[in-house]
């Protein structure tokens, strides 16, 4: 298990540099120039190219990569352009209302979509299992932003009691005035999140449920709901935690949408400025943060579903010693 661990490890450190590499290269070939941008479209070639040595854009590309994960080694993100600020102390300012956000939401859907899937599988001829099935591909289909819009026009404007976007000047100061202007947010995201985990978790018990263990267990003596708690809760957790692990980096990158929407000023509110401006520095950060997430994620899901079904190990034993066999000469 630690060598499964360690080489998911080294593939996570090669993806995020490839990721990284991507990320810097595809930037610069975008048009525009930061500098001309900060100079002004009267400025002189000698103000513009002075201007450039001070963003140190004026280096060659190779350079500038180089210097640029050095620095993120060091905890060194780079100075914005515009606002000459450490983009790391702004990403962490930022994710102090983005990371709740997205945190609160996921836990929100997770919570609601659970029992519900598990319950529409259970009762799949049922009228309420039919309608949770209806209701959640439904809810796949809806544009979150649509959903967001909705939210607003209800709690904000029919029934004024959730303001319909904008975020405390202070942040945390006041929690409670920043949870509450993060409620139409957070069911925002999880409304959508929890239609997609609803399929998935009533499609994983829908399998265990025809499994010929399942019905061995029933012919031994087990109650239906001895039987699922004994056999079908973890197998079903197997092909969940892939999906949990999806939805939890679509919960992040939801939050960077549902922002825009809410005039949240959190990560998604800084990269849209940071793309408006050609601020680079900002702009590869926020996305480099935000994949080397979802890259991490998956890590803890591939190390979690070894840990969890025995299969897996079984199976990478069973590898390990092919790999051995095949190498020792003929006899």
Do not use: C
Request: net charge positive; charged share 15%; glycine share 8%.
């Amino acid at each position: 298990m630690i060598r499964y661990a360690a080489r998911r490890l080294a593939f996570l450190a090669l993806a995020a540099f490839l990721a990284s590499t991507a990320v810097f290269f595809i930037l610069r070939l975008l048009p525009g120039d930061a500098a001309l941008n900060i100079a002004g479209i009267e400025a002189t070639k000698e103000q513009i190219q002075a201007t450039r040595h001070m963003l140190g854009t004026d280096v060659p590309l190779v350079a500038q990569y180089m210097a640029w994960i050095a620095g993120m080694f060091h905890g060194n993100f780079g100075i914005s352009y515009f606002t000459r600020l450490p983009v790391s102390s702004e990403i962490g300012r930022r994710l102090a209302v983005t990371l709740p956000l997205s945190l609160l939401s996921f836990a929100l859907a997770t919570i609601v979509s659970f029992p519900l899937g598990a319950f529409a599988a259970v009762k799949r001829r049922r009228p309420a299992g039919i309608a949770l099935s209806a209701l959640s591909s439904i809810g796949v289909a809806v544009p979150v932003f649509w959903v967001g819009i909705i939210l607003v026009w209800i709690f904000a404007l029919v029934l004024p009691v959730l303001p319909a976007g904008g975020f405390p000047l202070d942040g945390w100061s006041h929690p409670g005035a920043a949870l509450v202007s993060l409620v139409l947010p957070v069911l925002t995201i999880a409304a959508v999140m929890s239609a997609t985990l609803m399929r998935y978790v009533r499609s994983a018990v829908l399998d265990v449920l025809g499994q010929d263990y399942l019905r061995t267990a029933l012919s031994l003596g087990y109650s239906e709901r001895q039987a699922r708690r004994r056999h079908a809760v973890r197998n079903a957790a197997v092909p969940i935690v892939s999906i949990v692990s999806i939805e939890l980096s679509t919960s992040l990158l939801g939050a960077v949408v549902v922002e825009n929407v809410f005039a949240i000023p959190g990560l998604g509110a800084m990269l849209l400025q940071g793309v408006k401006t050609r601020d680079l520095p900002v702009v590869q950060d926020t996305i480099f943060m935000i994949t080397f997430f979802v890259l991490f994620i998956g890590f803890v899901a591939d190390v979690t579903q070894r840990l969890i079904d025995p299969r897996l190990r079984a199976a990478g034993r069973r590898g390990r010693r092919h790999e051995r066999d095949a190498g020792k000469p003929a006899s």
